[in-house]
């Protein structure tokens, strides 16, 4: 009786941590841009002169923010509060890239590349959807060298770093141990497609987050999805940043 009860208690639990896990991640991460919100609408108030910044390192500035906020809330919170704690092995960053995780990355890139085609091609057969919808940077408008690195270091070194923390490292290394495989790499790449918008981005960071959380179980390690994740952000800073013009060219 009483091993019938635990083993029930058991998995209404489980249960309760595969709807819970997700929707802690997206509540941190809002959060965390309603904090850095709310920041810099108190400082406006006092006159802090935010207009007058740079807008590349205004844009710096407000992701360095909330993601740093966003990991904090996410793993700090349930510990300060139920000392839920989140290890370096949860996290899957417990030594250096290996060149296991180097080699695999490009590797991972090319099934990614493939993936994510496929996915667009159905979408644009089954649906009415824009998939050419631009998603937004926050460095519209940069010029300079300095705005230029300052893109660069946002976008392809920044963001990879915190999203795999976030998705791969946290949210699918503790789902792992609730769920089936398939249930854990689904949800994080449902989610990790939901909190970037746009349509076609969706799909396509949908594609990758599979291929993210592949990497993670192979490697054992999130080294090889975080530079995994660096390559693709490399690759679209170069055809969004240094040259434009250049799918133009080859789309003739």
């Not at 180097?102 to 057969?125: M, T």
């Not at 790499?185 to 987050?209: E, K, P, Q, R």
Request: a positive charge; glycine letters at 6%.
């Amino acid at each position: 009786m009483w091993r019938n009860f635990s083993h029930s208690s058991f998995v209404q639990s489980r249960k309760w941590l595969i709807v819970a896990l997700p929707a802690w991640v997206l509540v941190s991460f809002a959060l965390a841009q309603m904090v850095t919100l709310g920041v810099i609408t108190g400082l406006n108030a006092l006159q802090v002169p935010f207009g007058a910044m740079n807008q590349a390192v205004l844009s710096t500035l407000i992701s360095v923010v909330v993601y740093v906020l966003s990991i904090v809330i996410t793993i700090g919170v349930p510990w300060w509060i139920k000392k839920y704690r989140t290890s370096r092995e949860d996290i899957g960053l417990t030594s250096w890239p290996s060149w296991t995780d180097i080699f695999l990355a490009p590797a991972g890139f090319i099934i990614y590349f493939i993936l994510s085609a496929v996915l667009a091609l159905i979408a644009a057969n089954i649906t009415t959807i824009n998939l050419d919808q631009v998603q937004e940077t926050g460095f519209d408008t940069i010029s300079q060298n300095y705005e230029y690195i300052l893109a660069f270091l946002s976008l392809v070194i920044i963001a990879p770093i915190a999203e795999e923390v976030l998705f791969r490292g946290y949210l699918f290394g503790k789902l792992r141990k609730h769920a089936p495989l398939w249930i854990a790499i689904l949800i994080t790449s449902l989610l990790f497609a939901v909190v970037h918008g746009a349509w076609n981005v969706g799909i396509d960071v949908f594609a990758l987050s599979i291929i993210l959380c592949l990497l993670r179980v192979w490697s054992k390690s999130l080294w090889a999805p975080i530079l995994l994740h660096m390559i693709k952000n490399g690759i679209a800073f170069y055809f969004l940043f240094i040259n434009p013009y250049l799918l133009t060219t080859l789309g003739g």
